[in-house]
């Protein structure tokens, strides 16, 4: 019920090409959905995020939709960028009375050719 | 720049050595997080420090000992580490509690690059 899963594992666009990354969760309990961008030899910083009241959140290129029934949720990286060449991670989190407890994906490895 | 500093960034250490990493940040976060990633996965719990107290121990071996001394520093003591204690090892700092918005955001140091002779 812990468990995140993310798809796809790696992928290649375009310059100026849609990416989009998705993840599925099983836990109901979870209440925060954060997506995490990792550069080579950088901590994972945070992108996006999104709370299960809402069904969609932008910000910039950057672009969650959330299915809530479906337990689904996807970044959507629009105009993509060779510097959005990356690796993602989809996170999930539950409320602790201690700070919160993430849940990662196993992430997507992003390439962005020019 | 991140807001959550890590030092050192890099760090070679034989088996039998012992060494400190250390994590400060100064933006009144009262829960921080040592975490693990090692290549192409994603970061791994290890610990969680709530009010400057020991709240998730996720079962890390005693050669790793965390310490925070104050609400904006956070440490990790090493001892007779093993090679596959080699990693990247990050820290991670958040709010407590966000009230009525459910759970806080994290927010990640660069980590230190770990590798054990």
């Known amino acids: 019920q812990q468990q995140v899963k993310q798809s796809p594992q790696s992928l290649i666009v375009q310059k100026g090409g849609i990416s989009i990354i998705n993840c599925a969760y099983e836990?109901?309990?979870?209440?925060?959905f954060p997506w995490y961008q990792q550069f080579p030899g950088k901590g994972p910083a945070l992108l996006i995020a999104?709370?299960?009241?809402?069904s969609e959140k932008k910000e910039g290129r950057f672009t969650i939709s959330f299915n809530k029934s479906a337990k689904q949720f996807s970044l959507h990286i629009m105009d993509s960028q060779p510097g959005d060449s990356a690796t993602y991670f989809c996170?999930?989190?539950?409320?602790?009375?201690?700070?919160?407890?993430?849940?990662f994906g196993e992430g997507t490895q992003l390439t962005v050719n020019p | 720049d991140t807001e959550v500093t890590q030092t050192p960034k890099h760090l070679v250490m034989g088996m039998t050595n012992k060494k400190s990493l250390k994590c400060e940040q100064h933006?009144?976060?009262?829960?921080m997080y040592w975490y693990k990633q090692k290549a192409k996965k994603p970061p791994e719990l290890m610990f969680v420090?709530?009010?400057?107290?020991?709240?998730i121990n996720e079962s890390v071996p005693s050669r790793f000992s965390p310490e925070c001394p104050n609400s904006s520093l956070l440490n990790l003591h090493l001892h007779a580490l093993q090679p596959e204690d080699s990693a990247l090892y990050l820290c991670?700092?958040?709010?407590?509690?966000?009230?009525?918005?459910?759970?806080?955001?994290?927010?990640f140091g660069d980590g230190t690059r770990l590798s054990i002779l």
């Open positions: 991670a700092s958040s709010q407590v509690l966000v009230m009525d918005r459910g759970s806080p955001p994290q927010h």
């Open positions: 836990n109901t309990a979870f209440d925060y």
């Open positions: 999104i709370r299960p009241d809402v």
């Open positions: 996170a999930a989190s539950r409320r602790r009375t201690s700070g919160s407890r993430l849940t």
């Open positions: 933006m009144g976060h009262r829960a």
């Open positions: 420090y709530s009010y400057e107290k020991l709240s």
